[in-house]
């Protein structure tokens, strides 16, 4: 396994090639999309270039030039209006006239922290000019008092207003600052502790707690804030432990960007704190994670590489609701060595309705390729377009348990009816209401209620079936698993699954299924709508699972 420096490096030369390869569009910058995209991908660039141990295919001079124009624009697009609501702010999205475009308050949360670390570990190589439209531009962000937000969600935005206080209260010597930042640390954490974090599975959210208070701790130098980002950081590091599966993220998602489901492919954080899989060919939203290095604790980083003997991870996540009050989900995952199952038994409406509910994950190992690393299906709901399997609706009612998982989908009569779903490439055997497969070297059996129709995709097979009351019973089977049935090839294990297909209700409120581990599973659902799964004949029972 390459070393923690090295893999950093290499972090920073594909991210530093990937701008390199980029053509400048007429504005002087690569995105106009997302302005953070120009700043990350310029400070890969010129570190790349001023790093003599990271191979480049480009020229190292021209390459810094080019880094600093970019950066120079970014910085240009600052508002420094006296007197403005926004100023010291950036626009997000640049749109076809980046000057013209209006400040948000989203980029400056994590990205002025951001170009202060840069500020601080490479300022004095860049040109005179530069550095001092940095100088300006790091004071516009201190004097914009962006981050004097009280705490009230205990969620990604304040804990980077609270690397914030921290960071500029440090840097300009503003005392009364830094204590504030001290003080909204140690409730944060104090937080986390008590309640755990209501932000389940939420990748880019969860990422800028990550970097925001790993910038903090690299560039600060006082003991007691150092004790405690040490606690926050390693409170994160165990949280991302807990649902780690070489290089994927199992279990249920808040939010589920295009970058997460169905392919895992925000990676670059996981591969320089963990490194047991490889780099894709290019990498998405790796933002800084290049150049911030926390160590995470020792026994997170075993949990979370060492899958040999399985886990069941039941969570409780306490959500609130904006207005002191809030509700009670439950998060259920099993993982082991060769796949992961699992999802939230309660419906959530969460941001930009990108819960993503329930799927098996696969890791990111060599026999997956380019494939999607997870299986799943739902309702398409608000957001849903076509391509994007994300956006789901409220109709769905799960069962999840060990390798296997139980959907029933009780559609209202007047909406379409029909469910999506995704799988990954491998060796499928289609039957007219059942699926058997090997991908990625996990055997999966599927079941639905009703026919389906099945369409191969450059990385994928995407599934749609229609009818009322849909239902679907999917189960994984790791390569050990399925010999021990005396399945091993796809043959044998799709004529071991025939004989156990579930029995599905004749008016769809129901299904019943005997797992590969004898355990009983069955989930109903009433007249009203209202759910009721057992296991074994028992109810589940919450009270096992803690923050």
Not at 36 to 64: C, G, Q, T, W
Not at 296 to 322: N, Q, S
């Amino acid at each position: 396994m390459l070393t923690v420096e090295k893999r950093s490096r290499q972090i920073v030369g594909k991210m530093a090639a990937q701008a390199a390869a980029r053509e400048l569009l007429p504005s002087g910058l690569w995105f106009h999309d997302d302005i953070r995209n120009n700043f990350y991908y310029a400070s890969y660039l010129h570190a790349a270039a001023s790093d003599p141990e990271i191979r480049v295919r480009f020229d190292r001079d021209e390459a810094k030039t080019a880094a600093a124009a970019v950066l120079g624009r970014v910085l240009e697009l600052q508002d420094r209006r006296e007197g403005s609501g926004t100023y010291g702010h950036w626009p997000l999205g640049l749109g076809e006239d980046p000057r013209a475009a209006e400040p948000h308050p989203l980029p400056v949360e994590l990205m002025g922290s951001l170009m202060l670390y840069f500020f601080e570990r490479c300022g004095e190589s860049l040109p005179q000019e530069l550095q001092a439209a940095f100088e300006a531009a790091l004071k516009a962000v201190y004097d914009s008092r962006f981050y004097d937000r009280p705490l009230k969600e205990y969620g990604h935005h304040e804990a980077k207003y609270t690397a914030a206080k921290l960071l500029f209260g440090a840097f300009y010597g503003d005392g009364e600052l830094l204590e504030d930042g001290r003080r909204s640390l140690k409730a944060l954490l104090e937080r986390l502790n008590a309640r755990g974090m209501h932000e389940y599975g939420s990748q880019p959210w969860f990422w800028h707690w990550v970097q925001a208070f790993t910038c903090a701790r690299l560039l600060l130098d006082d003991a007691e804030v150092t004790e405690d980002l040490n606690a926050i950081l390693d409170f994160l590091w165990r949280e991302r432990s807990l649902h780690y599966l070489g290089g994927a993220w199992a279990g249920p998602h808040a939010r589920a960007l295009a970058s997460d489901s169905p392919k895992d492919r925000n990676v670059a954080f996981d591969y320089l704190q963990f490194g047991d899989f490889r780099l894709p060919k290019e990498l998405v939203r790796a933002e800084y994670a290049g150049f911030l290095y926390y160590e995470a604790p020792e026994e997170a980083r075993i949990a979370a590489m060492d899958r040999f003997v399985p886990a069941e991870v039941k969570k409780t996540i306490l959500k609130p609701d904006g207005n002191g009050g809030g509700r009670t989900l439950h998060s259920y995952a099993y993982l082991t060595d060769s796949y992961a199952a699992g999802g939230m038994w309660e419906r959530s409406e969460e941001f930009d309705n990108e819960q993503h509910r329930w799927d098996v994950t696969l890791p990111l190992t060599p026999e997956l390729g380019d494939s999607v690393s997870q299986a799943y299906f739902f309702h398409p709901g608000q957001g849903y377009a076509a391509g994007d399997p994300r956006h789901e609706s409220r109709y769905a009612e799960i069962l999840p348990d060990r390798g296997v998982v139980l959907a029933l989908y009780p559609v209202p009569e007047n909406e379409d009816s029909s469910i999506v779903g995704v799988l990954p490439k491998g060796e499928w055997i289609r039957e007219e209401r059942a699926l058997f497969g090997l991908a990625g070297g996990v055997y999966l059996a599927v079941y639905l209620r009703h026919p389906y129709e099945a369409e191969e995709a450059e990385d994928r097979l995407n599934v749609r079936s229609a009818g009322e009351l849909g239902g679907v019973v999917i189960e994984a089977a790791g390569p050990e698993e399925a010999e021990s049935l005396d399945a091993d090839d796809l043959e044998s294990f799709a004529e071991l699954m025939r004989g156990r297909a579930p029995v599905f209700a004749a008016d769809g409120r129901g299904v019943g299924y005997r797992s590969l581990q004898s355990r009983r599973l069955e989930l109903t659902l009433s007249e009203e709508g209202a759910a009721e799964a057992k296991i074994d004949g028992q109810a589940p029972d919450f009270k096992e699972y803690g923050l």
